[in-house]
């Protein structure tokens, strides 16, 4: 399934619009704020259509997921738009997450806990905002690694805390060749947090991560960040698409798919966006002298034109 989606369900006493994009997005939220309601609007209308007094408008089916069944449920449903609410405690195992991995569904579910097994994008984590009977999903974390306005000089870390141990951690090490930080791996994006504990007496910590997978680290993350001047969160879609965005391809089809990547990412073939960007990164500069590797950085993009148009993505921070 590729695409966004704009869903409007609505009775007498509320209305609910929005848009998804992904395979998986996260809606989050404290008791009351309406995230129940509209999954059980979503499945009053799934089975009783107009009757039930709700009107629904999709490009594609919209239904709820639930109870001890869902396994085989999930098996009859194809290309839809499935909710799930809270509660509901197959969301946290492995194999939901296997079956989600295979399915060409888009998945939105509701919980106040991360999913550890689902690698969902910080961008695609919302909160309900309600004005009157109207109702919109709100994205929740996006201010903190989007916060660098407050900055009116170019951040100069002490230490940069990256999430692999691969091609993305060669370049930012390579950048900091004779320069006054260091660069360390966290050896993958749940080390992060400790990787940050560690070093928390550091000037200034910059975290470099995939953010187009990192959702499910965000509540902890927002705990340790709280009253925190000295962490700054730096979380692209991912390594590859920070080189692709970069342009230093010169690619006209990569600018077009970078403009609206949903309409190009197959959910049953990509987990996660960042999958795709590594692919298509690959797929793109194969046998040419921009070959690139996920497991070792090639050192063209070490070279000055290379290395600034990448640089030149990571805005207010001198690297």
Not at 223 to 238: H, Q, T, V
């Amino acid at each position: 399934m590729k695409g966004s989606y704009k869903i409007i369900v609505q009775n007498s006493n509320v209305r609910y619009e929005f848009e998804i994009r992904r395979n998986i997005t996260i809606i989050k939220g404290d008791s009351a704020t309406g995230k129940t309601t509209l999954v059980e609007m979503i499945g009053e209308f799934y089975e009783n259509g107009l009757s039930s007094g709700i009107e629904l408008f999709c490009k594609k089916t919209c239904s709820v997921l639930a109870g001890r069944n869902w396994k085989s449920a999930l098996e009859t449903m194809h290309e839809e738009i499935i909710f799930i609410d809270e509660g509901n405690s197959f969301v946290y195992t492995t194999e939901f997450a296997k079956a989600v991995q295979k399915s060409d569904n888009y998945y939105v579910i509701v919980t106040r806990e991360g999913l550890a097994n689902l690698p969902y994008s910080v961008e695609e984590i919302y909160g309900i905002r309600e004005s009157g009977k109207y109702a919109a999903l709100k994205q929740t974390y996006n201010e903190l690694y989007h916060g660098l306005t407050d900055f009116h000089e170019k951040i100069k870390p002490t230490k940069v805390v990256v999430e692999d141990s691969n091609a993305g951690f060669d370049f930012f090490k390579g950048l900091s060749e004779n320069k006054e930080y260091n660069v360390i791996s966290a050896n993958g994006k749940s080390n992060i947090f400790g990787k940050i504990l560690q070093n928390i007496s550091e000037k200034m910590i910059l975290v470099i991560a995939d953010g187009a997978a990192f959702g499910a680290e965000m509540d902890r993350m927002v705990k340790l960040l709280k009253g925190k001047k000295n962490i700054i969160l730096f979380l692209p879609e991912s390594f590859e698409w920070l080189i692709l965005k970069s342009d230093v391809l010169d690619n006209r089809e990569v600018r077009t798919i970078l403009e609206k990547p949903e309409q190009y990412i197959d959910s049953k073939k990509f987990f996660s966006w960042e999958r795709y960007f590594t692919a298509l990164l690959i797929e793109k500069t194969h046998d040419s002298y921009l070959q690139y590797t996920k497991k070792k950085i090639n050192r063209v993009y070490l070279q000055e034109n290379e290395k600034k148009k990448i640089c030149d993505q990571i805005e207010k921070i001198e690297l």
